[in-house]
């Protein structure tokens, strides 16, 4: 390498996923029978709404649509978004100025991370979390803080303990329910609580909220609480709800002067979202319930044929987990890392072990469900034919 690497980039590491997929396409790629069952990342498989699909069709055959576009999203877009947060969460945002769309939410979290934090500042980052918290913060030269989470006290955070340690230099909290990756579901009391810890301490309360569909009877927003967007915002998309991961669709909600500030950072990065890609989103968010009642019957048969291989595993686990992942402990005594390394190697299917998230994950394993009833079967086979 000609110059050296930004200072930067030092503590931060190739994302795991994207390490061991290449680990799982060399093991496919050297002449095995079948190949390896992939139980790791939560990308669903399913397909989109079919409306949606034909607004993408139908509108890239358009003349005129094919340039850049505004940076702000086209308005029938924010509107779709205002009106779902308003159907779905009981949630009143401007369209105009308190909505902010993304190409992903994982998009969101740098992008909000430059936005508000300076080399030196502190950010809460809870564990087990998703890892690009802290990645994104080491990015923008800050520092992650981390607050547990832990199964006694419901994988939610411990804010009386957390009102006993030293906050300064603590700009931001990053929050995520229902939680990735403990399945723990969404709580109103917590989120209200959060806004006040947010008030109280000058902390802006960052809200990751893409799993509030899946396997939920309820769907809980933090900005329904009154005063929510003077110390909060919250990052959603379409991957998860609505199968479409790949067309990276998000948006942040906030308000007028959050989004403003975020809008400033993502206008240096890109040149607006693809026009029949929008167009198709607007049709994807008025999809109503029978849509996601049909998404969730289907995984809930994925999170019983899940729940055999880990029983089979001796893995103790929450039947009732909401979002895409099953996160279980393992007996006392085992490895994660050596339990999926053997499972990935012998039986030709992988599981991701806990340690990823975080600490509080080491003794953990998790399971995708974005994988059809058939495959977790084959791999349930496939693992009861090694131990």
Same mark, same amino acid.
């Given at each position: 390498?000609?110059?050296?690497?930004?200072?930067?980039?030092?503590?931060?590491?190739?994302?795991?996923?994207?390490?061991?997929?290449?680990?799982?396409?060399?093991?496919?790629?050297?002449?095995?029978?079948?190949?390896?069952?992939?139980?790791?990342?939560? &990308? +669903?498989?399913?397909?989109?709404?079919?409306?949606?699909?034909?607004?993408?069709?139908?509108?890239?055959?358009?003349?005129?649509?094919?340039?850049?576009?505004? *940076?702000?999203?086209?308005?029938?877009?924010?509107?779709?978004?205002?009106?779902?947060?308003?159907?779905?969460?009981?949630?009143?945002?401007?369209?105009?100025?308190?909505?902010?769309?993304? /190409?992903?939410?994982?998009?969101?979290?740098?992008?909000?991370?430059?936005?508000?934090?300076?080399?030196?500042?502190?950010?809460?980052?809870?564990?087990?979390? *998703?890892?690009?918290?802290? &990645?994104?913060?080491?990015?923008?030269?800050?520092?992650?803080?981390?607050?547990?989470? !832990?199964?006694?006290?419901?994988?939610?955070?411990?804010?009386?303990?957390?009102?006993?340690?030293?906050?300064?230099?603590?700009?931001?909290?990053?929050?995520?329910?229902?939680?990735?990756? /403990?399945?723990?579901?969404?709580?109103?009391?917590?989120?209200?609580?959060?806004?006040?810890?947010?008030?109280?301490?000058? !902390?802006?309360?960052?809200?990751?909220?893409?799993?509030?569909?899946?396997?939920?009877?309820?769907?809980?927003?933090?900005?329904?609480?009154?005063?929510?967007?003077?110390?909060?915002?919250?990052?959603? &998309?379409?991957?998860?709800?609505?199968?479409?991961?790949?067309?990276?669709?998000?948006?942040?909600?906030?308000?007028?002067?959050?989004?403003?500030? !975020?809008?400033?950072?993502?206008?240096?990065?890109?040149?607006?979202?693809?026009?029949?890609?929008?167009?198709?989103?607007?049709?994807?968010?008025?999809?109503?319930?029978?849509?996601?009642?049909?998404?969730?019957?289907? *995984?809930?048969?994925?999170?019983?044929?899940?729940?055999?291989?880990?029983?089979?595993?001796?893995?103790?686990?929450?039947?009732? &987990?909401?979002?895409?992942?099953?996160?279980?402990?393992?007996?006392?005594?085992?490895?994660?890392?050596?339990?999926?390394?053997?499972?990935?190697?012998?039986?030709?299917?992988? !599981?991701? +072990?806990?340690?990823?998230?975080?600490?509080?994950?080491?003794?953990?394993?998790?399971?995708?469900?974005?994988?059809?009833?058939?495959?977790?079967?084959?791999? *349930?086979?496939?693992?009861?034919?090694?131990?």
């Amino acid at each position: 390498m000609i110059i050296s690497p930004a200072q930067r980039t030092g503590d931060v590491r190739e994302y795991y996923f994207s390490t061991k997929n290449r680990e799982i396409a060399a093991l496919n790629a050297d002449g095995r029978t079948e190949p390896v069952i992939n139980l790791g990342i939560g &990308s +669903p498989d399913g397909t989109p709404p079919s409306a949606a699909i034909d607004a993408l069709v139908e509108n890239a055959r358009k003349d005129g649509v094919h340039g850049y576009q505004s *940076y702000t999203g086209i308005p029938e877009l924010r509107a779709a978004f205002a009106s779902w947060y308003k159907r779905w969460y009981g949630v009143s945002l401007d369209p105009a100025s308190e909505i902010q769309p993304l /190409t992903g939410s994982k998009e969101g979290i740098l992008i909000t991370s430059l936005a508000f934090l300076n080399k030196g500042d502190k950010v809460l980052v809870p564990d087990p979390g *998703y890892p690009t918290y802290s &990645s994104a913060s080491r990015l923008c030269e800050a520092t992650p803080v981390y607050y547990d989470l !832990i199964e006694e006290k419901g994988w939610q955070p411990d804010l009386d303990a957390l009102e006993k340690t030293d906050l300064t230099g603590v700009k931001m909290m990053w929050t995520n329910y229902p939680n990735m990756p /403990t399945g723990a579901p969404a709580d109103p009391g917590l989120y209200e609580r959060l806004v006040d810890f947010g008030r109280s301490h000058g !902390i802006l309360i960052c809200n990751d909220n893409p799993y509030s569909f899946i396997l939920t009877e309820e769907h809980h927003s933090i900005l329904s609480v009154p005063g929510a967007k003077e110390v909060c915002l919250e990052l959603n &998309s379409l991957s998860k709800a609505h199968n479409m991961a790949g067309w990276r669709i998000g948006m942040v909600a906030s308000s007028a002067d959050v989004v403003k500030e !975020i809008l400033k950072v993502k206008s240096q990065l890109d040149s607006g979202m693809f026009r029949p890609l929008q167009l198709a989103a607007v049709e994807a968010l008025a999809q109503g319930p029978e849509w996601f009642e049909k998404l969730n019957a289907e *995984y809930r048969r994925r999170r019983v044929a899940a729940g055999r291989i880990f029983d089979l595993l001796a893995v103790s686990y929450n039947h009732d &987990s909401q979002g895409l992942f099953l996160w279980g402990k393992v007996p006392e005594g085992q490895d994660p890392v050596a339990v999926s390394d053997r499972l990935l190697h012998e039986a030709g299917v992988f !599981i991701t +072990p806990g340690f990823v998230f975080g600490r509080n994950g080491r003794d953990r394993l998790r399971i995708s469900l974005c994988a059809p009833v058939e495959r977790l079967e084959r791999a *349930y086979e496939k693992i009861k034919a090694v131990l």
